[in-house]
């Protein structure tokens, strides 16, 4: 029934008393309806094609391209598009009607495999750092077989990659698959060390995506979250998360009904969501699938964001993705449960049954330890936005500083092997087995007991967590740089091996050799702690990582040397490529942070000093009044109500001084034509003025009678009835 209530459309309805196993998938081209809709020898060759990582002929791509559009019209749809992720995060879309002239004076609907394969957005409005700037210069959206179209809202969507008229990607995709094979190459090359059957390696990712619900109609007269996603003022509610009443708690049944439609949505649509759930907020909650290879389901990911902005709107609330959208409660993040597999079935981060097993597990755990060492200062930029320096460093987050938490487990046995010499190697099976505590990693070790929540990059079992990823991001931003880096270091490790064994160390004593130096080499960045200890900061400091936490400044990591020698090395992005994506962060931190000062500038000067100005006559008339009555009688009474009045005025006279210097300030920042600049005059002048014009709301929002107040209050937005 709940689905009825909004799906419209002429594809066929799920309905809750239907089982997923019937309709799961049902909006997806995937194999099964590729299978039923494309004749054997296109079938063939559309599946040779994305298994062997082939380019696809023209008579396929006609053939696959009408296929298509048969099942797709069945379904309903009327349009395609292609849908594909720019740098200003979200996802696009231009919908075209599969319509062309019949050459009798009306229409019939057609695909050519030409439309399929790639199109010519007219993307001059679309970011781009510089890299398209000439009038001939537009973008090609080129499809990505790898991830199969599906129909959402009546029109055909065909994910694509996004890049200039001179190959330079202006997306997220198109490094991410870069990525994906450089660590395929990479990894299987290391691999290989340990079971010469394995062919390809595979990236995985399990994302948790956290969000927050507010009722429609109190989202609606709260001008800052329409207009900037999060409430830049409010004094906290006197009950939000101290009594840990919601994490895990009963979901109030109008969120349950809204969960039900939005999974059932995912379903059809072939987004394995599994897990929900209350998060630690008020009003916060998390939705993760099952993992799936990182290509896919990173574009699952921007699917349900979308599809949850939508199923939320049918049940009257908004979702927000914004990672902090309210001060002084938990924001949101999106964890990334990262690994890589083999074609032959192992996860090459977890431990196994045999001492090789687990010396091919210490090899990578060591060499992914490595990684986010030498590369933690751009990690933390490949996670860094306006919107997620909220989050890290303030209370409940990881702080803007990478280290990685192994348990205690793990921890010992990098350390025996690092601090074991010479030991016996020639037969693994032997003493050494022991010596190095390689024979028995328990396979569920890696104890999900001691999980450590304040780290921002977690060992969990077979996996990582990077857990500093931002709710509202892209995971292939994050992604693309740890697989670039891991990548690299693979690579590093290869060529060591390689050339220990070439020199005469028999193979697994130079894998051995190796892991010791690498886990020498970046002990730096292990820190099983608690992260969000002024203690952490120091210690970090001492040790060399990266403890940078403004936002401009954290994306330098981007251009440094060894970042760019790494994504030029392992063939993901190019300096210009880097150059030109750097100008659009700092650009678009600029526009955020601008947009929010000017918006709360105008609701401090015409909502708030307004109706402040307004309560304070009524206390003053009311103490002249009181005085004229009673005479000097009532002294002690109204020297609080002075009192009152002249804290008042004196909060208002901060907020207008300090709106005066924060669009000042702003002034001369828009002045500057270096975006880098621009961007860290903005974070150094002008967001300190918002932070003292929001303190001094919340402090009046305190005086001021509720129901003169003109927004609505914290404790009424943070609690669904
Ligand atoms: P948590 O306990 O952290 O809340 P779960 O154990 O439920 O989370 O898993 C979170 C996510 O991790 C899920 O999306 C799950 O599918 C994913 N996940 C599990 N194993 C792996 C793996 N080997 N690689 C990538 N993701 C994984
Ligand atoms: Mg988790």
Redesign the pocket.
Known sequence: MVEEAFDRKAVPVATPSERPEKYYGELVFNRSTMFRYLPKSTYDALVDAIENKKPLDRHVADSVADGMRRWATENGARHYTHWFAPLTGGTAEKHDAFIEHDGKGGVIEEFSGKLLVQQEPDASSFPNGGIRNTFEARGYSAWDISSPAFILDQTLCIPTIFISYTGESLDYKTPLLKSLNAVDKAATAVARYFNPEVKHCIT?????QEYFLVDESLYSARPDLVLTGRTLMGHESAKNQQLEDHYFGAIPSRVEAFMLDLEIRCHRLGIPV??RHNEVAPNQF?C????EEANLANDHNLLLMSVMSEVARKHNFRVLFHEKPFAGINGSGK?N???I?TDTGE?L??PGRTPKDNLRFITFIANVMAAVHRHNGLLKASIMSATNAHRLGANEAPPAIISIFTGSQLAAILEKLENSIDADLSDLKKRSEYSLGLAQIPEIMLD?TDRNRTSPFAF?G??F?FRAVGSSANCASALLVLNAAVAEQLENFRAKVDAAVEAGRPLTEAIVDEVRNVIRESKAIHFDGNGYSDEWKAEAARRGLDCETSAPLIFDAYLSDSSVKMFESTGVLSRPELEARNEVKWEMYTKKIQIEARVLGDLALNHIIPVATRYQSMLVDNMVKLRDLLGDDTEGLASQDLDTIKQMSRHMSIIKSEVARMVENRKKANAITNERSKAIAYHDTVVPCMETIRYNIDKLELMVDNEMWPLPKYRELLFIR
């Open positions: 995985y990712l399990g994302w948790e599994k897990t998390e993760a699938p099952i993992f964890h449960n990262w690994s597999g996860l981060f977890g999900n969990t077979n996996r967590e």
